[in-house]
């Protein structure tokens, strides 16, 4: 089987596509070619001359749960010395990039497609980075696991931004980081390249591409994680288990004073492309750990008619009416990722307090998401890289 050509590929390839003097590479484990090289020891091997490896959220070896990163040190397989970026932006995230001595960022990690997944944002500061400290930038290109045709989810706005959503992307926005580096380049002015993939074309879901699917983060372990994560993402801004601590983390959806009428009720919906089972799972760790906890597990059986952001918008809103006492609102992420200012956590991840307020109003907020569009009907600048 053929397979999608990676930025990561070119460039191992041929180093000629990016030159730089110094070169600082931010990665994790998503960063293989499709032989499972890692990205550092490739370009290594090629001759790029990397002085630096960066680690995002979880870490550059993917060891730390949700709102950590890891150790600094010397990477054992390179030699070249790790920074941890995660938690540092403006003039701290700049202070740790300028003491590396690298001239060129490049950017190779994975992403999952949806606006509150931190690895976008860790891309986006390191640009203003960069631009401010007059370094060039660079991206290789990697596939959008959910393809590239459809955007679900209002924009985030202003009052809401936060690191999990610096700009004003749909829930589900249907970008690769090429292009989204290219629609926040509009505003952030950095040298940027992109090595964009070659053979990639947006109807293409994950098992179209002919790449091995490595897990991005510790909570999403395969794919079908990853369809489901716009919508039942937005439990983790409740008091709601959404399955951390389990093998199916974003599938398993549950809480200890749920009962079988949640699974019928989300059944009784008749959401597009997807049933719920009755189930109960216990938690290793996390919300409501080594409690026994009923719920249901997400089943996507038609992925093509499947919406996520609607699903988990349903979901909240059952919850929310059917078991008023014991459902809450989180003011602080329960992940950990350090949201200051007590705001409501499902506030960030939505990009506006309109679905809180509509829930708790008792009114039916489905009609907050609207219809999945194509990217071109929300792009307010860059351009779209692939057909």
Request: aromatic share 8%; hydrophobic share 40%; glycine share 12%.
């Amino acid at each position: 089987m053929s397979h999608v050509r990676t930025g990561a590929e070119r460039l191992a390839n041929d180093p000629d596509l990016l030159r730089g003097g110094r070169i600082g590479l931010v990665t994790n484990p998503t960063g293989v070619l499709p032989d499972l090289t890692p990205t550092a020891a490739a370009l290594q091997a090629a001759g790029v001359p990397l002085a630096a490896l960066f680690g995002p959220e979880h870490g550059i070896r993917g060891t730390a749960q949700a709102g950590f990163g890891e150790d600094t040190g010397r990477d054992p397989a390179t030699g070249l010395p790790v920074l941890d970026t995660y938690g540092r932006s403006g003039e701290a995230l700049d202070a740790l990039v300028a003491a590396s001595g690298v001239d060129t960022l490049v950017f190779d990690i994975a992403d999952v497609g949806t606006r509150f997944y931190t690895f976008v944002w860790t891309m986006h500061d390191l640009m203003a980075s960069a631009a401010r400290l007059g370094l060039r930038f660079a991206v290789l290109d990697r596939p959008n696991p959910l393809g590239g045709t459809r955007a679900e989810g209002p924009a985030l706005e202003p009052s809401c931004a936060s690191f999990v959503g610096r700009a004003p992307l749909p829930v589900r926005h249907g970008l690769t980081l090429g292009e989204l580096a290219l629609l926040f380049n509009e505003s952030i002015g950095a040298d940027l390249t992109v090595v964009v993939m070659e053979g990639w074309r947006r109807s293409m879901r994950f098992a179209d591409t002919g790449l091995p699917w490595i897990m991005p983060s510790v909570n999403m372990p395969t794919p079908d994680t990853a369809l489901v994560y716009p919508g039942t993402g937005l439990v983790e801004g409740t008091s709601a288990s959404e399955g951390r601590g389990t093998t199916r983390p974003f599938e398993l959806i549950g809480a200890p004073w749920l009962d079988g009428g949640f699974a019928a009720g989300l059944n009784g919906l008749g959401l597009p492309g997807v049933r719920f089972r009755d189930t109960w799972y216990t938690p290793a760790f996390h919300k409501h750990a080594g409690a026994a906890v009923r719920g249901v597990q997400v089943h996507v059986h038609d992925a093509e008619a499947f919406q996520p952001v609607l699903t988990g918008v349903s979901i909240l809103h059952l919850l929310r009416s059917r078991w008023p006492e014991q459902f809450a609102w989180t003011t602080a992420d329960p992940a950990g990722t350090g949201v200051e200012g007590g705001r409501h956590f499902i506030d960030l991840l939505w990009g506006s307090p309109s679905l809180r307020e509509r829930t708790d109003a008792g009114d039916d907020p489905r009609d907050l998401c609207p219809s999945p569009c194509h990217p071109e009907a929300w792009l307010y600048g860059g351009k779209l890289l692939y057909p």
